[in-house]
């Protein structure tokens, strides 16, 4: 119910900035945007891991940040920051910032960059000290080719989930760990009308996974997880409304899922259908 | 007065001998079992942390305990190390040698041979005054590793592979056990006792050292009452234990040796 609300409300909110905007067509900037988003899951696993319900793990994510934008001509160098801060609710949010240089060569664009994300959770937090509550950070290689109508680009990420709790039972506290995920991308940008279209392809390498207590042990082996997203952004002067479809293919345990990537911000992957949409204004 | 010096070498020779020579003698030994649960098949709920155990079979009510051994070392550094780290091979299922000197003997040193072991015997208690019958409940090995969540189900909640394969528990039928109250080695059940035999299986455990141990169940094979039974938890003398007794030469023992294992004991060798 409250995902619905909070997913109604900005929606509606979007469609009042957007008709409002229309007339504001000139002017657009391009140094970067502000942006509020929520994001939501279009259909859930059918299982959920232990103390949690299938709507805690699918939160109408409420997120609010700026991004820099890359240049779009030119050879000067240039960097990029993007922050975000996701709500999972009025007690657990998400800080998640990346960062990363690069040098447009006549039509190539390649950066380097890297990024952190971690839980700030109350106590009473339903996701303190879970295996959400943790902090990862990655290493990511982008390369982008410009053509008239068009763009592709593909990306290499490496991540790391750092060492969290799962729970404390007959104080015996479990344990998570991970090795490092490897993220290979690739993908289109496609100018439409004024639209711009989006076409991704995610191949998750995520590491094994150790679950470990004085009593126990368990081990989810490595494996590989496809991610395709499509996506729309439609310019409406200095706003823009950004739209994206995600669908998880290939994993080999849906509980697993739940351990081996905890992530309920950007790289949320705890729906096999899930959907965000962002409301940008370029400055 | 002679007959009095006589008596004073024959009391300092044992003495002397208890101190210093301590040869072959019969030691009893007592450990708490270290996680114990039960499960029920109408209920999924999380027992864990219950002072007691339950067990009953009816048409429409099975309730079955589920406990293991301790087959770590209790010491968390060593074991972020070496299990929390997805590269390694993680023992903490493996019983050690070094592991069932602690929990059968009060030797330091590694005496532990399966010829040294004369009796080992399970032990749950009764704490309602209920009495199960002789021959009424199986005990069983489990065939992979259960969480304190552990129900009817699943044994953990990790991954699909978590659920049993057989609701109420995936039996390992490598090893066999007595029904309670039959064929015990030593002893026998007095009112509300719910006794073992696991003599063979603990020599096995000796004779093959880092052998898996997932833990037991504990089954009723035909309909009985409820009987509710001391947990862990309930910090009781009457808690689920093992009593040992076996034979060795034992430098630092003097007598007919008692220890008692409680969960929150750290166990490290």
């Known amino acids: 119910m409250q995902k619905t609300i909070l997913f109604s409300i900005l929606l509606i909110s979007t469609a009042f900035i957007s008709e409002s905007a229309f007339s504001q067509e000139k002017g657009r900037g391009n140094k970067g945007y502000f942006k509020i988003g929520s994001a939501a899951s279009i259909k859930n696993w059918n299982q959920t891991p232990d103390r949690f319900k299938v709507n805690d793990l699918n939160p109408a994510l409420s997120n609010i940040g700026f991004h820099s934008n890359l240049p779009t001509s030119g050879s000067a160098t240039f960097s990029l920051i993007d922050v975000q801060i996701t709500a999972l609710d009025f007690k657990s949010f998400i800080p998640e910032i990346e960062y990363s240089v690069g040098k447009n060569m006549g039509g190539i664009i390649a950066s380097i960059g890297g990024g952190i994300n971690f839980g700030i959770f109350s106590n009473s937090s339903i996701y303190s000290k879970t295996q959400y509550d943790n902090f990862a950070y990655n290493l990511n290689i982008k390369v982008q080719m410009g053509f008239s109508k068009y763009n592709i680009f593909g990306e290499i990420k490496t991540r790391k989930i750092t060492e969290a709790e799962v729970s404390t039972f007959e104080n015996v506290k479990t344990r998570v760990a991970h090795n490092f995920d490897y993220i290979f991308s690739t993908g289109l940008h496609f100018s439409f009308l004024k639209m711009e279209l989006l076409g991704k392809i995610s191949a998750y390498k995520i590491g094994s996974v150790a679950i470990a207590s004085n009593e126990f042990y368990y081990k989810i082996d490595s494996e590989t997880v496809f991610k395709f997203t ?46 965000n949409v962002e409301l940008r204004w370029n400055f | ?116 072991l004369t009796s080992a015997i399970l032990i749950f208690n009764t704490n309602d005054s209920s009495t199960i019958a002789a021959g009424k409940l199986n005990l069983a090995l489990l065939s ?13 909640p990790f991954s699909s592979q978590g659920k049993w394969k057989t609701p109420g528990g995936d039996i390992d039928t490598g090893v066999t056990f007595s029904t309670n109250c039959t064929a015990l080695s030593t002893g026998s059940c007095a009112a509300g006792e719910i006794k073992f035999d696991v003599t063979n299986y603990f020599k096995t455990l000796i004779s093959n050292p880092n052998t898996t141990h997932y833990g037991a169940v504990i089954y009723p094979n035909a309909n009985i009452a409820k009987s509710s039974v001391y947990s862990v938890q309930s910090n009781s003398a009457l808690s689920p234990r093992i009593i040992a007794h076996y034979t060795g030469a034992c430098s630092a023992l003097t007598g007919v040796q008692t220890k008692v294992f409680y969960l929150n004991e750290r166990l490290n060798y």
């Open chain 1, 230 to 275: 499509g996506g729309v952004t439609i310019p409406i002067g200095r706003l823009a409304i950004d739209v994206k479809y995600h669908y998880i293919k290939n994993y080999n345990d849906e509980v697993s899922l739940y351990y081996q990537s905890p992530q309920l911000g950007k790289d949320y992957m705890l729906s096999s259908h899930s959907a």
């Open chain 2, 1 to 116: 007065m002679e007959f009095l010096n006589i008596k004073k070498m024959i009391l300092l020779g044992v003495v002397f001998t208890t101190i210093f020579s301590c040869g072959e003698q019969t030691i009893v030994e007592t450990i708490k079992v270290k996680v114990d649960t039960f499960i029920s098949s109408q209920d999924s709920t999380n027992h864990s942390e219950l002072d007691y155990l339950n067990l009953s079979k009816t048409a429409s009510l099975e309730e079955r305990i589920i406990f293991r051994i301790p087959t770590n070392n209790d010491n968390e550094d060593d074991l972020a190390k070496n299990c929390l780290d997805p590269n390694n091979l993680c023992s903490i299922f493996l019983m050690p040698i070094v592991l069932l000197v602690k929990i059968l003997t009060n030797c330091t040193d590694a005496i532990m041979t399966a010829g040294n």
């Open chain 2, 144 to 156: 992979k590793p259960w969480w304190h969540t552990v129900d009817w189900n699943k044994a953990h």
